[in-house]
């Protein structure tokens, strides 16, 4: 699966938007993109995934750049509960074995 | 419709003891993974069953560590023998098939936090 860059971590302003860049330079075409996002001592909380098109849902929107090398993640309104690290992980379709590669993530703290 | 369930939330075991870790998957999931999260680092993925059979064990350490999945009932993360490195939280998520495969994504329990005195 491809590696992925993520900043260490953001500030985010309580009400605005918050941005998450992530680059996936080596990512394959058949590859999706994936967003998770851990709030202290809780699991994993899926958010949105795509392959090429954006995508959203009620939690997010998902825009990937045409060549798919980058992609960011957005928060439109975020919240003090937004605070949290926030994963991007690249994967392939049918892979054989399933699994997630968590990086390390960016730490976005959401400020009154 | 509850999520990935998964007990206890909190186990301490001594040195030498064995611990047991379980793991409902979502309703209608058939596909288990399991995730270690060392303190101040990332998750790792263990290993990864569907019903009665393990399909990828890449992450599991080779000696101590072994997991099931049954036909009836949770899925179950064994540690014998524990030491004091095992301290973690175990993080078990479900899909409905195997993730990736038809876009499914996998969901995650709220783990297990392991000590070891």
């Known amino acids: 699966d491809a590696k992925t860059t993520q900043p260490t971590s953001m500030d985010c302003a309580e009400g605005r938007a918050a941005n998450l860049p992530c680059n996936h330079s080596t990512i394959s075409g058949n590859e999706y993109v994936y967003w998770y996002r851990q709030i202290h001592s809780q699991g994993p909380q899926y958010i949105i995934h795509g392959l090429k098109n954006n995508e959203t849902n009620e939690m997010a929107s998902l825009i990937i750049t045409e060549d798919r090398k980058s992609s960011t993640l957005i928060l439109p309104h975020a919240t003090l509960r937004d605070t949290a690290v926030y994963y991007c992980i690249v994967r392939v379709e049918g892979n054989q074995g399933g699994k997630l590669i968590f990086g390390q993530g960016t730490e976005l703290s959401v400020k009154p | 419709n509850a999520g990935v369930m998964q007990n206890p939330r909190h186990l301490v075991r001594r040195r030498g003891q064995e611990a047991r870790l379980r793991c409902s998957p979502m309703k209608g999931h058939s596909h288990v993974y399991w995730y270690r999260q060392l303190p101040e680092e990332g998750l790792k993925f263990m290993v990864y069953?569907?019903?009665?059979?393990?399909?990828?064990e890449s992450g599991m350490p080779k000696e101590r560590f072994s997991a099931e999945f049954p036909k009836e009932g949770p899925s179950i993360l064994r540690i014998q023998q524990v030491v004091r490195g095992d301290s973690a939280a175990y993080f078990c998520?479900?899909?409905?098939?195997?993730?990736?495969?038809?876009?499914?994504?996998?969901?995650f329990g709220d783990g297990t936090r392991l000590s070891i005195l």
């Open positions: 998520a479900s899909s409905p098939r195997r993730s990736g495969r038809d876009n499914q994504p996998q969901h």
């Open positions: 069953l569907q019903k009665e059979n393990i399909i990828d």
